[in-house]
């Protein structure tokens, strides 16, 4: 097939060359696109690849995983499994014991891992000859050191760099806020990056650092490939006392990552919404480029172009475009996605894991996805304007009448199918049951809505606005009739703004909404004057209690009058992890909950029985429901729980459980409190207790000790942060919709010079045309405002009732305040005033007799 | 003697560099004169000597005439002469020190030769000495590192396609090598070890080979040694003779090779007659010819035949290994093998197996060798 004619090829790049300005924005809007699909990506990959390469650097080469409850394993079972194997000549099963817990070395929070370097090094290779872990991993100047040094750990060099730690030289650390003095003895060199949040150190020193004698958090099991190893897996299962679980190492690998991905799924989606809005601005560019060219391109056609050459050249133009946008988009993306990094990790840790990010993961696959999400979408974009114009029949292409005629058309037909939109929206999400991701397709199909009724709506309320003009102000019913009849230039731009407005009003509803149910929530639940916790990372963490010498003291302290206590950890259960939390309530704690199912009655003796409670989001994830049982893994084995009651919640999104703590300790053996609230004697302050505890501990733990009310501060700090990834996104939404104004804005006033011009002569002054552009801008982004303040609500809606209980499994009442829409009213009407300025200007300096020159 | 360099090199090479003694560290336990050893008490560890080891080699025969020949070692290293106090464990109230600190380090080498079916395979397995992982103990004896363990009257280990597992019973009290037990390495006080043999142990038991059990019965030699020096500076590695003749006498000989290729005079042994007396032998009693040579896949070239002489006693061997490659590659790499004797005491024939150790031969000595 004969391509164009390179005279069409010249004609397409004159055209581009002569809108430098026009291009360059449609080129950021869809590099703004682009660069946010980018950044999210860079942003999950990373904090993912983190956690995947902390725990397969701590895993090693185990295949099997050998796990007990919170308080770990009895050391004793490996010792069993070391020295009682039966004599055989088959390839034997290597086991390595692993203590592990986590410590905070100048504010920096790293993994302990504590190891027996010989049975690590044999869990590595068969021959198991030295300690590999050790040699392996680092060049350790001494295993005299490692053994008999007080405190002697080893870091991976760049982290001892970082943290300015010395080979032979002490290393305060914290752990569960007790300060200990370690020594660097040695440094992990080579490049395996798991290994940067790793501190080393040897199984007898995690022992006594993390108050774990006598118990190891796991065994990590080398099983022998071949025929061997289903005996020897047989034999290991026989081995093992109850409490204790085998399990596949990838296994578990993967159902901690599991646990990040509905996170994960949260920002795609905030990024898709991203590239939705840039698509549509790549709409309006392409649209308006083409129809600038309608003369030039019926002049080719009358010159002999075919139809097919036309779409070609258009086309083609697209793609460059759109290359270049994502090309650009992928550069932006990792240099926003570096920050954003940062932001997600901080989200993960509070919410789940402690994930430290060192390296910035890009996968290959996100780069060709965010490339060809680019390109597709100028192409999808540029693709209707590009079939319109090369249908077109020469004379037809030199008449604006007939576009402007065809865009009020299509804006008639558009609110139709806004309408069919917005009632597939609410079908699929009556028709979809707990599906999360059909919820944000959902979504999805409503911000289209918006978008497609925008332009009716700004054609309606222009020309109602126009009458009610008619007789007041003459110009003014001009530009407001210049608007309505201008709708192929203006329309899209304003739905682009419309939805990014309906988006913010949405989530800014969802989050307030949030925001006002956790302050109430936190508030009902807190009953206790003064709360205090051991510090540290990881809300599960064995090794986060306080010291029971303290626990005593600080109960003693006069002015504490009554107290409840909890044990946060983590146990299996037949439907995976769970958080528990096991409870001493004191009398006054039990109103503070708030149960949304269960018998009230009841719920309180069956608890006290040994009835377990789950919060909202843990019922939801595992589908739970009152009288039914969950199976939880005790110290004596698997033991079936039943469920009394469901009660409110807005911890994790994973949710927890919650059980007497009387019935923990006697079924798992684990005398430890992780926190207690304490009630103060009639008249006792808490801001004057609270320096009579920090005296009891005397020194001997840092606890965090707050009041009631700082602890609420802090959680609602704790959730503006978590919130701050969803405003980033949302104001990255609305800066591509304001970048698409400005050209849709541009593109217009080129269009109207001569419009203006004509109306200069006629006595309009500069000031004058500068405020008429600008009151056109104003009343568009009040028009999108006024398409999106509805939809902006239905969003709301579903993001609290669908898609945040989809997820998270949270009951969340929608609370409406006027802050909200004042906001998205700031943002439309900025966006709009932005966009107005620089046209605005143009109008006023814009020349009467060169524009006129031409009649 | 054995592997004391072993020792050294294996995992104190790293762990006891020369600033190993610290200033104000009580150092270890020195060997610097001949004491009385007393059964079973030195069957037992001597944990304030730097390091220690139990030795046993042997040729066996199975019922339908397969020959094999075994080692099982198992080292004892200690990392320091006392444990510090456990850092700072203090604060935590109710926490313990953990089980798991120890200064003793226990490895094992075994080693199978199975003359039938050409194969040499050894294993290695090394732990700590704490909460039973490993351990020695003098009454009964029982030295073990996981599930391998030499006992009083038991020899127990397994590796890939081999299980061993034999009643062991002395058929002599111990011998006790150099000055009463005493065995000088080099002119410098210390570098010195207490060094006893039980050179006839016959042993009786199976061998699993490939999953197939074979009855197994031969004689067996036990080397105990402890101490806390090392080489002298100038001496590179030995050769070391363990001989079990069919006259029933024994011979214990290692030639201690110095840096110019010359053997060292500190070389020596001790012969032992069919009665049980024993003969002090100093290096100008043994004359040692190489016939012949076996070099590893690595290039290491390793002495694999020899003539052995001693005019004072009429005796004239040849000394051949059973199979040429009975190279242990760990680190360091060693030669230890199972051996057949033949030749002539006072004119008349005489044959017998034995063990042959060969250290030092491939390039690294205690001072230079680290842990890989």
Redesign the interface.
Known sequence: MPGPAPTLWAASLRHLLRQPAQLALAVVALAAGVATIVAVNIATASSRRALELSLRAVNGPATQLITGGPSGLD?GLY?RL??????????QPAYSPVVEGYVTVRSRVLQLVGV?P??S??LEGP??????S??GRAT?????DW?????AVVLAAPTARELGAQVGEPLAVDIGG?????TLVGLIHGRRPGDATLMLT????A???L?M??RLTRIDVRMPHGPAAASALAQLRRELPPGAQLEQAAGRMRETLDMTSAFAANLTAMSLLALLVSALLIYGAVSFTVVRRRRSIAILRALGATRREILTIVLTEASVLGAAGAGLGVLLGLAVGHGLVRLVSRTVNDLYYVVAVQQVALPAGAVIEALAAGLGTALLASLLPALEVAASAPQLGLRRSVIEGRAALAARRLSWLSLALALAAGALILGSGRSVLTGFAALFLLLVSVAAVTPSVLRATARLASRALSGISSVGRLALEDIAASLSRTGVAVAALGMAVAAMIGVSIMVASFRVSLRHWLTQTMRADIYIAAPGPGAGRPERRI????LDALLATPGVADHSASRSVVVRSSRGDIALDALHLAPGSYAGMELTAGDPRAVWTDYARGALLLSDSLAWRLDLRPGERLSLLTASGPREFPIAGIYHEYGSGLGSAMMSLEVYRRLWHDDAITAVGLYLAHGVAAAAEIPRLEAAAGG??ALLIRSNSDIRAMSLEIFDRTFIITRVLYWLAAAIAAIGLVSALLAWELDRTRELSVLRSLGLTPRGAAALVAAQTVFMGGAALLAAIPTGLIIAVVLTKVIDRRAFGWHIEMHLHAAQFLDALALALAAALLAGLYPAWRAAAGPIAGEMREE | MRSRALAAIA?LA????AH?IRAGAPSFAQALTAQPLEFPRDQGPHPDYRQEWWYVTGNLDSADGERFGFELTIFRFA??RS???????G?????????????Q?YLGHFAVTDVTRHRFRF??????G????AGARANPLRV?V??WQIGESLV????????L?LAARPLMPPVLNGERGLSRKSGEPGNATYYYSIPRVSVRGTI????RPLQVHGLAWLDREWGSGSLGPQETGWDWFGLQLGDGSCLMFYSLRDRDGAEDPYSAGTWIDSAGRTRPLSRDDVRIKVLAHWTDAGGIRYPSRWRLVMPALGLDVTVRPVLADQELV??PRYWEGAVDVSGTRSGRPVAGRGYVELTGYAGTTAGSAG??
Not at chain 1, 147 to 151: D, I, M, Q
Not at chain 1, 202 to 205: H, N
Not at chain 2, 83 to 89: G, M, N, R
């Open positions: 050391q010792v070391f020295t009682r194997a039966p004599l055989s000549g088959n390839p027996d010989f049975a090094a044999a021959q198991g000859a030295l300690p590999a050790v040699s350790l100047t001494t295993l005299r053994l008999v040094e007080p405190g007790v300060r200990r003095t370690a040897d199984i007898a020193q022992q006594e650092w108050g004698a006598g010291e029971p010498a303290v001997r733990q | 995992v790293a762990a006891f560099p190993a990392l320091a444990l510090p106090e456990p850092a700072d464990v604060s935590r109230s109710g926490a313990e020190s953990s089980a798991w600190r120890a200064r380090i294993a290695v397995k090394l732990s700590r704490a909460l039973g992982l073990w996981g599930n127990e280990a397994a590796e890939r396609g081999y299980v597992s699993v080979r490939d999953g760990t680190s842990i890989r």
